[in-house]
């Protein structure tokens, strides 16, 4: 009998474990990434990303575009001639396609991963926290050096 006593004392850690785990996973599909404001300039399509800033223009990484300062003129546009094309020239950008930054894999909005059970239409900010690269996941030698692809290896860009 004590050594059933033992072992009950000793399954509560594990039930906890096991709870805390699954709690821990409901959070993390539900946890969504900052929604991340990019500005493109309408003449040459370069896209402001406050996530890389412009350190090349002192402009540090983290920095909106809201916060840039009056006198900030598009880096290619200027160095292609066309002028001083200033904050104006810009206008907010939503992205509706992501590429994998390991393997290439292309999210892309409208079409979806209906074989994945994600809907087509879905936003990329609305998948789960846990989303993974569906092709990175399946290849082993990828997912031991690289670990999981999450969300966060993603990089939007602007294809038609």
């Known amino acids: ?13 594990l039930a906890t474990k096991s709870v805390r785990s699954k709690a821990t996973a409901a959070k993390t599909r539900k946890a969504k990434v ?15 990303s406050p996530l890389r800033g412009e350190p090349h223009n002192g402009i540090p990484e983290g920095t909106e575009f809201e916060d840039l300062p009056e006198t900030y003129v598009c ?7 066309k002028g001083k ?3 104006w020239g810009f206008e907010e950008w939503l992205p509706t396609k992501y590429m994998c930054s390991i393997c290439g894999y292309i999210y892309d909005e409208a079409r979806g991963e209906p074989h994945h059970g ?7 900010d ?3 926290g846990d989303y993974r690269c ?4 399946l290849d082993p030698k990828l997912t ?10 993603f990089d939007p860009i602007d294809l038609p």
């Not at 009998?1 to 850690?13: L, R, S």
């Not at 900052?34 to 402001?48: D, E, M």
């Not at 880096?75 to 001639?81: A, D, L, N, R």
Request: hydrophobic fraction near 35%; charged fraction near 25%; proline fraction near 10%.
């Open 144 to 153: 031991k050096f690289y670990g999981k692809v999450l969300k966060q290896g």
């Open 118 to 124: 994600i809907k087509p239409g879905t936003k990329f």
């Open 126 to 128: 609305d998948l789960p």
């Open 134 to 137: 569906p092709i990175c996941a």
């Open 34 to 48: 900052p929604v991340i404001h990019r500005y493109k300039c309408l003449y040459c399509n370069y896209i402001y």
């Open 1 to 13: 009998m004590a050594k059933a006593v033992a072992k009950a004392k000793k399954t509560p850690f």
């Open 85 to 87: 094309i200033g904050k």
């Open 75 to 81: 880096p290619i546009c200027g160095m292609e001639g």
